[in-house]
T-cell receptor
Framework: GQQLNQSPQSMFIQEGEDVSMNCTSS?????WLWYKQDPGEGPVLLIA?????ELTSNGRLTAQFGITRKDSFLNISASIPSDVGIYFC??????????FGTGTSLTVIP | DGGITQSPKYLFRKEGQNVTLSCEQN?????MYWYRQDPGQGLRLIYY???????QKGDIAEGYSVSREKKESFPLTVTSAQKNPTAFYLC???????????????FGQGTRLTVV
């Protein structure tokens, strides 16, 4: 099965800093999704993207659907301690399966 | 409130025993999925179902079985044939867009299975 390449694998940042992470695929996707997972919990959907070039915000989070349809980016502005967690990207092509990235672990230092 | 409910949250079983994980949704979603998550790894698809009485194998279906007798329910059985069953199991469901293609996937809270 396909797994997406997500980077960086982990990040340690100071509170208030901005965060950027990205996800790439060898295949074209029609949908890109970004999730946050807290320890021992299920992933929670943050942002959904449906069109190449689309830029969508959800509070301090902004995500973009790459124009090549093979990548996506997530930015978090002015990080706060509750942003700590693992962030996953997911993509869907022409089929019905969702493929997930390997996750970016974010640590925010107060 | 609408959502996806997985039970139990923690499950312990002896090696060689079959065990069934429950997943129920009241979102009226057509599609349901089971994923396995191991420490430090992403989600790997075990099985998925698009409609009642139909399901397809994912990437790691060996040692697992499912049923979809009702739209709301998609139980997963971890059989004794699964060589390394200890993991965090996540159930998800998704809506369909007008073009009948699944859109977002929403997850339950997960079941942590430990086989001793």
């Amino acid at each position: 099965g396909q797994q997406l390449n997500q980077s960086p694998q982990s990040m340690f940042i100071q509170e208030g800093e901005d965060v950027s992470m990205n996800c790439t695929s060898s295949s074209i996707f029609n949908t890109w999704l970004w999730y946050k997972q807290d320890p021992g919990e299920g992933p929670v959907l943050l942002i959904a993207l449906y069109k190449a070039g689309e830029l969508t915000s959800n509070g301090r989070l902004t995500a973009q659907f790459g124009i090549t349809r093979k990548d996506s980016f997530l930015n978090i502005s002015a990080s706060i301690p509750s942003d700590v967690g693992i962030y996953f990207c997911a993509g869907r092509g022409t089929g019905n399966q969702f493929y997930f990235g390997t996750g970016t672990s974010l640590t925010v230092i107060p | 409130d609408g959502g996806i409910t997985q039970s139990p949250k923690y499950l312990f079983r002896k090696e060689g025993q079959n065990v069934t994980l429950s997943c129920e949704q009241n979102l009226n979603h057509d599609a349901m999925y089971w994923y396995r998550q191991d420490p430090g790894q992403g989600l790997r698809l075990i099985y998925y179902s698009q409609i009642v009485n139909d399901f397809q194998k994912g990437d790691i279906a060996e040692g697992y079985s499912v049923s979809r007798e009702k739209k709301e329910s998609f139980p997963l059985t971890v059989t004794s044939a699964q060589k390394n069953p200890t993991a965090f199991y996540l159930c998800a469901s998704s809506i369909r867009s007008r073009d009948r293609v699944n859109t977002e996937a929403f997850f339950g809270q997960g079941t942590r299975l430990t086989v001793v």
